[in-house]
């Protein structure tokens, strides 16, 4: 293929080639003038060009899609502020430890700071939250930088695969003329994309992260002689890390408090020593002081459940490790005593090989295992006997009736806590996400639409009504795009969680004004903005009808579910309450747990 004439469509035609070379293949654009280039560039290629119209629905698409396909996504914007809306979704990325490479078209240098239009300083804007950032080089006429152009998109992929992955900058100065019209327009005429070698111009070996055999025998001596341990595992855990971590469970006899976000509550590996009503276990004051652990074994980020929190804070133990690789330190109680820099898989296999195969005799696991199956059991019977439309069925109604290979996506505040609480376990392969990086409730639905873009199984979102309000903008892509999700919005009409925390007693007028936030809105003709098909659910009946039908149709489903925060607090505590009673009435085999 000829190069292009205009020195800014040579390079970002090379930055473009390389970016596919290396194995990314999807982009997303939000329309915009000095990002022309960028897009001819796009079009001259085959990534597949996703347009979003408003960047900051944009960027949470593109997270959505990196995490589901495990490679990263471009995002491309014009100049000033466009770039800015960017942050959320980089944010949130860097936290959650997925690739995105960020192209933000700029001014030339000579055009900063002098009050030249649609310009703001754009260098290095996201601070801490990108891996790597660079102000690119202003393409120009005399000077070769083909490989320089070329090396930095290579480089900007594997530092975006990290470890530890996450977000890369590029900021592109361009001059005028921005492209040759007449160049690309007769290039974009061409029936055929090009077809070249599929070697980068720089290749890089992706690595995993593995201990030295002399820190592997240190750990697998100080792990093995503890014998009151548990494992406790976060979000973002690798997703094939969790037989390796049952394993290493069944060898060293130690429950595992599984987040619902681990991907160790829901699948056909080995769950016989997971916990998964920890969150009520561990509001007992008893329950807690009783089944004190020696030793703590902690993957992925720190838990969803504040009991958990509160149990492994409790004191700090002479054996807390913590596996996370390079990079990460989701430590923010400042309890561990070893960190472990590694893959959770490849860990997990050296210390089971290092302990060998005699598993040791105790019932600590299995009393912890009982209590938490009667928990369990006594919260499902009360889910089930529950006839008004409580939240905290929703979750759990939700999971009964997605299939095989589902994803669900939850909301933060109440919905993660409500599966985290109410949500067992299960034999099915579901998958289970959130946006727990930075734990906000913005891009929550442009997230969600991203990652069904990168399935075939049914993908399904619970969430909020201020989250689906927050991310309005996001109906724009599904109403573009064939893409197949169930939304389910709880619409309790204001901040739900709130009810739950302290400002609950500052009075009924300051509560409601500032917390509360009462909206009054129903989502009917919303949904209508993104062509979906809507549903109101006011009984059990009638959503589960809802969703059966969302799940056999194509396209975009809503289903809306009226709430009451009032009725929700009541109704959550009655819950605890009895499943905490039931704890205390419980005696497992052998005596007290």
Known sequence: MTAPGNPNSRATAAMMQEFERSGVSDACVSPGSRSTALVTAL???????????????????????????????????????????????????????????????????????????????????????????????????????????????????SVALGPPAGPVHLNLPMREPLIDVAEEAEALRSPTRRVESNRPYVRVAPSRTRLDPVAIRALAREIRRRRRGVIVCGPGIEPDSASAIAALAERLGWPILADPLSGLRFGGHDRRLVVDAYDVLLRDPEFVERNQPDAVLQFGDPPVSKALGQFLSHRRRD??????????????????????????????????????????????????????????????????????????????????????????????SMPVRDLDTFGGQCARALEVRCNRGANGIDGVLSTAIGAAAARQAPTALVLGDLSFLHDLSALHIAARYPIDLLVVVINNDGGGIFSFLPQASLGDDAFETFFGTPHGLNFEHAAALGRAHYARAESWESFNRAVEAALARRGLNVVEVPGDRAQNLKAHRQAIAKALECLREYQPPGGPA
Not at 84 to 110: C, F, G, M, Q
């Open 43 to 157: 079009l001259r290629g085959n990534l597949r060009p996703w347009v979003i119209l408003e960047e900051r629905a944009g960027g949470f698409f593109a997270m959505g899609l990196a995490r589901e396909t495990r490679r990263p996504v471009i995002l491309v914007c014009t100049s000033g502020t466009a770039a800015a809306n960017y942050a959320p979704a980089v944010a949130e990325a860097s936290l959650s430890r997925i690739p995105l490479i960020v192209l933000t078209a700029d001014r030339p240098p000579e055009a900063r700071d002098c009050r030249a239009a649609q310009t703001i300083d754009q260098v290095r804007m996201f601070g801490s939250h990108a891996r790597w950032s660079v102000d690119v080089a202003a393409p120009s006429d005399g000077t070769d930088l083909d490989g320089y152009y070329r090396t930095l998109a290579c480089r900007a992929v």
């Open 319 to 412: 054996c807390h490790v913590i596996v996370a690789e390079p990079g990460a330190w989701p430590d923010p109680f400042y309890l561990a005593t070893e960190f472990a820099r590694s893959d959770a898989p490849g860990f997990c296999a050296s210390i089971v090989e290092e302990l060998g195969q005699n598993r040791p005799v105790s019932d600590w696991s299995d009393s912890w295992i009982a209590v938490s199956r009667a928990v369990r059991n006594a919260l499902d019977r009360m889910l089930a006997a529950e006839t008004a439309m409580f939240e905290g069925k929703i979750v759990t109604e939700l999971l009964r009736l997605l299939p095989e290979g589902s994803l669900l996506q939850v909301g933060n």
